[in-house]
T-cell receptor, first 113, second 112 residues
Framework: DGGITQSPKYLFRKEGQNVTLSCEQN?????MYWYRQDPGQGLRLIYY???????QKGDIAEGYSVSREKKESFPLTVTSAQKNPTAFYLC????????????FGSGTRLTVV | LAKTTQPISMDSYEGQEVNITCSHN???????ITWYQQFPSQGPRFIIQ???TKVTNEVASLFIPADRKSSTLSLPRVSLSDTAVYYC?????????????FGSGTRLQVQP
């Protein structure tokens, strides 16, 4: 079955450490996205990528970095520069050329300890 | 980018019809209206999408007036499992050129 896989589901990080969240899709979608969700809040866009080797900052990119070396993969690194990284992180993808919506992964809950 | 306004929360009872209205006064010609549903600790799930008039699928209906400045998601005969947050998004998803923004959504609570 096609879909988006995010791993791990739960992640704990010590302050000052970088951590990378994985996002893989086998839907052959062109575009991929990273959102952050805080408790009781909506989703905020961190980064997105339309094609391989290209990505754009979203509304809250500071303290995060991404790469898009393969069409299937769009990992997100939460750096030590991110002051409040504890949140629920969601990866999504979409296909260009048609007005279809986003397909989301099941998310990664990151907790700084 | 068209901004959307929707109620923060709504309450309903099982078996009732629920209508959630979204305002999007600045919708552009190429924009579509898309609704998502999100359960706690899960990613949002696509419900329905439309451009004008009425769209219906097995889950919901979407009503869009001629001026397209608002839209209404209609959930027929809700059940407890429809308790979730519902997001209204407006934008042109065809090219992926610009990612869409999710607002705070409408938190629907269905009671027995």
């Amino acid at each position: 079955d096609g879909g988006i896989t995010q791993s791990p589901k739960y992640l704990f990080r010590k302050e000052g450490q970088n951590v990378t969240l994985s996002c893989e899709q086998n839907l052959n979608h062109d575009a991929m996205y990273w959102y952050r969700q805080d408790p009781g809040q909506g989703l905020r866009l961190i980064y997105y990528s339309q094609i391989v080797n290209d990505f754009q900052k979203g509304d809250i990119a500071e303290g995060y970095s991404v790469s898009r070396e393969k069409k299937e993969s769009f990992p997100l690194t939460v750096t030590s520069a991110q002051k409040n990284p504890t949140a629920f992180y969601l990866c999504a993808s979409s296909i260009g050329g048609t007005p279809y919506g986003y397909t989301f992964g099941s998310g990664t809950r990151l907790t700084v300890v | 980018l068209a901004k959307t306004t929707q109620p923060i929360s709504m309450d309903s009872y099982e078996g009732q019809e629920v209508n959630i209205t979204c305002s999007h006064n600045n919708i552009a010609t190429n924009d579509y209206i898309t609704w998502y549903q999100q359960f706690p600790s899960q990613g949002p799930r696509f419900i329905i999408q439309g451009y004008k008039t009425k769209v219906t699928n097995e889950v919901a209906s979407l009503f869009i007036p001629a001026d397209r400045k608002s839209s209404t998601l209609s959930l027929p005969r809700v059940s407890l499992s429809d308790t979730a947050v519902y997001y209204c998004l407006v934008g042109d998803m065809r090219t992926g050129r610009r990612a869409l923004t999710f607002g705070s959504g409408t938190r629907l609570q269905v009671q027995p």
